[in-house]
């Protein structure tokens, strides 16, 4: 017999697989079970604007015109970023642009480039 996670909501030992969903008798809440191999490792599951996974040395581009804060611009829509590193921060990915240097980005900003 398999060792199937606890709910993540109520933490009951008692779940079940139905189909590709895991269910919690005690409470009713229905979870990915892929979901719960991802939380299962503990690292955190980075995600650009569209749902692409996106890991470090990446290329992703730019979905938004981003103004710099204290006036050095903006970083145009379609502008490529190469070699993307992520960060546990308030803005997960560090970057260097062409003609800007070092900046952080949202996920929520760029698209992966496949």
Request: net charge negative; aromatic share 6%.
């Amino acid at each position: 017999m398999s060792a199937l996670p606890p709910c993540p909501k109520c933490n009951s030992e008692f779940t079940y697989e139905d189909g590709a969903q895991l269910v919690c008798p005690e409470c009713a809440h229905e979870w990915s079970a892929t979901a719960a191999e991802a939380a299962e490792e503990g690292a955190k599951v980075y995600r650009d604007s569209v749902g692409n996974i996106l890991q470090d040395g990446d290329t992703v581009t730019v979905i938004k015109d981003l103004k710099l804060k204290g006036g050095g611009g903006t970083v145009k829509v379609g502008t490529k970023v190469k070699n993307i590193r992520l960060v546990d921060s308030d803005h997960d990915i560090d970057c260097k642009i062409d003609g800007f240097g070092a900046m952080s980005l949202k996920t929520e900003f760029v698209k992966k480039v496949v």
